[in-house]
């Protein structure tokens, strides 16, 4: 029998995962929409050759490019914010999430409205709009099947028991690649070195978040509202060579963990097979040739920003989305060579000291007007030269 699908952010490192997984599964899928942002000439290939019904770019301005692409194929193209969003209203049996960033969210929320099976990677969405959305899950019956690594890693943990069990839930960390630099080092690290993930292949963003560990930060708010444990029993660990995935310890003192290559393939394989299992083309685990793995504290002081992810989900109200969007801003202007690598952090600090009174935003619309003015403080931060 074949499955539905819709694919948001088909052009990213989560898209090409999950296609590579559809590719080699092609009598399981039916395609139904594929999107991207501005990869036009990509986004058209890949929707030829998955026999897409709908192809959309949420950057209007590409409308055009993609049209020509697509001339003759039968395949729709639209574009613009809100094309995304009705794609992802289209009722589908699978929507994976992978768009990055808090662009996101509206795609997510379509999907969770109609009451949908969603494979979440977008963990920017559940941060900026983390109570809103989980109301929406619970109100519309959607299925949220975590993506990210860890959170899959825990939701594997979870099967069979019971969430009251819980003594703790620990994140793993790679620490990134500059994990062991100094202070002198880490000052002066440049976006090339920033993105050189010893581990794992993965989309700019995410693999700066890694590099200051606020990553780490984002997915401890990401666990909270996904796994209702509490703050207190939420830890994180740095575990240099990627092998444990995050660990649910129980009251009886059993810690069961999830392993597995360092491959997305793994986390997404196991979203879109749910319940069940399917074959992926990684080699077995080689825990011999691995040969150690290790474990250390996070080092907030040369990495403050899992304390900063932690401050800010514990005032709640609306610190998350603006965290969120703050970093948004921050990385872009790393990777754009505006500011230095530390001052990622600072300038989502800064951000943060300077607009966290807002209420709990409520619904997905003051979530994005949360989003949309901490990006403008940040901004102005970044203009000012407050922090370079
Ligand atoms: P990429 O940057 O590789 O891909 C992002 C995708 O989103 C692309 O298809 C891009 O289209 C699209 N996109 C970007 N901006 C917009 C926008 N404003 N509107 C609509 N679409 C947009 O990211 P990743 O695949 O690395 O990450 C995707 C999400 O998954 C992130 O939230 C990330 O944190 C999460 N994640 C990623 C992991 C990984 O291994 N990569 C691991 C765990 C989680 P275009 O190509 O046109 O720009």
Known sequence: MTRSLTLLGATGSIGASTLDLVRRNRGEWQVEALTANGSAAELAALAIEFDAKLAVVGDEACLPELRAALAGSGVTAAGGRQALVEAAQHPVDMTVAAIVGCAGLAPVMAA??????????NKEALVSAGEVLMEAVAKHGATLLPTDSEHNAIFQCLQGNRIADVA???????????RTWTQAELDAATPAEAVAHPNWSMGAKISVDSATMMNKGLEYIEAY??????????GIVVHPQSVIHSMVEFHDRSTLAQLGPSDMRVPIASCLAWPQRMETP??????????QLTFEAPNEVLFPATRLAREAIAA?????????AANEVAVAAFLAGQIRFTRIAALVEETLARSNDAPRPASLDEVLEVDRSARRQALSLLENNALV
């Open 112 to 121: 969770v409205e109609r009451g949908g099976t969603i494979a979440l990677a």
């Open 316 to 324: 709640g109200g609306s610190a998350p989305a603006i965290l969120n």
């Open 225 to 234: 509202h996904l796994f209702p444990v509490g703050l207190e029993k939420l």
């Open 168 to 178: 703790k839930i620990t994140l793993t960390a790679s620490g990134g690649p500059l």
């Open 282 to 291: 990684l080699a077995p685990l080689d825990l011999a040739a691995i040969g």
